[in-house]
């Protein structure tokens, strides 16, 4: 059973502090890898994709994949309260390992909470 | 470019009632894919469809089904609706390629209630 774990939540910061965001998965085939916000009764949207060991800077975001260890993690910084929701994080094979597009491995998601 | 559209985005059904469910991708992709999301199971994958052809399934039970169009226009069916189908249904679109899994784009979702 592919799984990808994370932690629920909540996770409360302060307004401005740094949030860190961390998943772990269990298909080592797993090639590529997602992070996605959803808003309360709204869709998720993309933040980052995430493919190579290491950071992956974007704005406030920074991905950070580690295949060794099958751990995944985002950080947010100077955290707004604009950037509470719910954080999925997604892993996939593709087509070239054996899967195929659209085939999303989804964790549960974390709960972020911004204090202001 | 326009997102991925979905309709309806609201359903009340009763048990043993049928619904189908439409989604248009973006523009140029020809990769669709369909999700439920539950509060308890969270988002899983019910199939992808990619050139009219179902490319891969999910552990659903055959009451689930869905088909793609010339246009890339896809819809879903769930047959003899139970409680437990009650859930948002997403769709998200790709471009279709065969390499690395590809960013998946979420559309607004439908939100189903089956009582």
């Known amino acids: 059973q592919k799984e990808v774990e994370q932690n629920s939540g909540p996770l409360s910061v302060p307004e401005g502090a740094i949030a860190s965001l961390n998943c772990t998965y269990s298909?080592?085939?797993?090639?590529?890898f997602f992070w996605y916000r959803q808003y309360s009764g709204k869709s998720p949207e993309l933040i980052m994709s995430?493919?190579?060991?290491g950071d992956k800077e974007d704005g406030r975001f920074t991905a950070q994949l580690n295949k060794a260890s099958q751990y995944v993690s985002l950080l947010i910084r100077d955290s707004q309260p604009s950037d509470s929701a719910t954080y999925l994080c997604a892993g996939g094979r593709g087509m070239n390992y054996g899967g195929s597009q659209g085939n999303l491995i989804f964790g549960k998601g974390t709960k972020l909470s911004v204090k202001p | 470019k326009a997102g991925v559209t979905q309709t309806p985005r609201y359903l009340i059904k009763t048990r043993g009632q049928q619904v189908t469910l439409s989604c248009s991708p973006i523009s140029g992709h020809r990769s669709v894919s369909w999700y439920q999301q539950t509060p308890g199971q969270g988002l899983q994958f019910l199939f992808e469809y990619f050139s009219e052809t179902q490319r891969n399934k999910g552990n659903f039970p055959g009451r689930f089904s869905g088909r793609q169009f010339s246009n890339s226009r896809s819809e879903m069916n769930v047959s003899t609706l139970e409680l437990g189908d009650s859930a948002l249904y997403l769709c998200?679109?790709?471009?279709?390629?065969?390499?690395?899994?590809?960013?998946?784009?979420f559309g607004p979702g439908t939100r189903l209630l089956v009582l």
């Open positions: 998200a679109s790709s471009p279709g390629g065969t390499g690395l899994q590809e960013t998946q784009y």
């Open positions: 995430i493919y190579s060991n």
């Open positions: 298909d080592r085939g797993s090639q590529s």
